[in-house]
């Protein structure tokens, strides 16, 4: 039993889909949530740039003594999940192993397609590890800047959503894929518009359910579930305005968002300010 | 649903662990067994040579329409898993990544420790595939020959294997781990004696078990189960003698082989031949 909280965090409001599923599949689990609404988006950002990002907020969370981080972040993952992991003792799993190890196991004809930001697409990550799993699994990657946008302006069903998203979905239909990883956190809130363009012959895979599994799969491995009991508060933390992060991330979670508590990132630089005044 | 039988292979008998634990989780299934007794051990043998026997094997099986493969072997996996996947159109996995993806997920001090033959801990297999997971965790792998030999001699519990596992964890436990991997299908029937040396702090990961764990996530993902109703009886292949494969492999299994059909490959040599004469 360890009943520490989870900290999990994203670019921005993306990564409360994986809070979400977090707290379906988990309920008894704490979950401490850190949205870097002020520095959003990260997909067109530096690796490197997004390492240094990584590090700040975790060394963040850990304040909080959280158990487990989930990089809820798709770019963050493919950028830094590995470094993460490598200097940090306490667990951390990305969304990208998740989603790329359900989708070798979800297809029948070996065609996985894969859409997500650029930063994410670029990186080759979801290829590489489905090819870890599968080496003769074939993918098809395509970066899809506008869908987190059409998100962000809550236009998740309509003409002008389903023409992009057809749009972009054509080729990889064309290729003969039988199921479609959705490569970003913002994703899941457009998968029955996504569902509605590509079929019922293509296999969605959401990395936000796939993330909250694993994460699962590893505290009851390591027996680490929290005990029971009153189901705890989720809390918000927010790098931008708390007043959007509470109005729009409701969407994300799929509930009310009652509290939001701003922080200033980097948290290291401030530390070390009030040590030194 | 997909009524077709499964296939799994090993260099032996030693894979019939896999075969049980596949049978107890997925007691719907058809198993198609084959082991190259003839060629026992392949744990010396080269990668190259390996790859061939695979080749092989996998051409028999697929006589029997079978709907997925198990590579049941560790030296096997390490050598060949990778170049068949990349080769046939169906999905095959083996011992490794199950086992890997387990430890990874069960240990908390992040140090594993992996025993096996020589060419699966020549191979670096478990640790590539462990790193692939968490970046971080610390492997310490060690080849353990003699321990399939006092498997095969039936020599499982007393004074001389007790002995023989002491030597090879001290160092393994002088390390640290928290969590070994059985890297060879023949330690399972030493799980016992190898819990009581390693002492209770020590997480044994079966590699059978999580192979066969992986096996229905495939299955249920890719809507594949066999249709229920009657059990179907598993069949045996054996390159060698089948009343030693009887005799023997009822050990490994865990209950009595009824029936063994003796198989010679090279099948695809021999199916040229009769093509030819």
Known sequence: ?????????????????????IMRQLPHEQTLYFGDTARFPYGPRSAEELRGFVFEIIDFLLIYDVKFIVIACNSASAAALEAAQQFYSIPIIGVIEPGARAAVQATRNRRV?????????????????????DAGVKAYSLACPELADFVERDEITGERVEGAIKWYLDPLVRDGIDS??????????????????????????????ETARELKEFLQRKDSFREGGVRPEPRFFSSGDEGVFGRLGARFLGQEIARVERVHLPFKAKVNRVEKG
Chains 1, 2 share one sequence.
């Open 180 to 209: 479609l990883i959705l490569g970003c956190t913002h994703y899941p809130l457009l998968s029955e518009t996504i569902a509605k363009v590509a079929g019922d012959d293509i296999t969605l895979i959401s990395s936000a359910e």
């Open 1 to 21: 039993m360890d009943s520490r909280p989870i900290g999990i965090f994203d670019s921005g409001l993306g990564g409360l889909t994986v809070v979400s599923e």
């Open 113 to 133: 397609g894969v859409i997500g930001t650029q930063a994410t697409i670029s990186s080759g990550s979801y290829i590489t590890s489905m090819k870890t799993i």
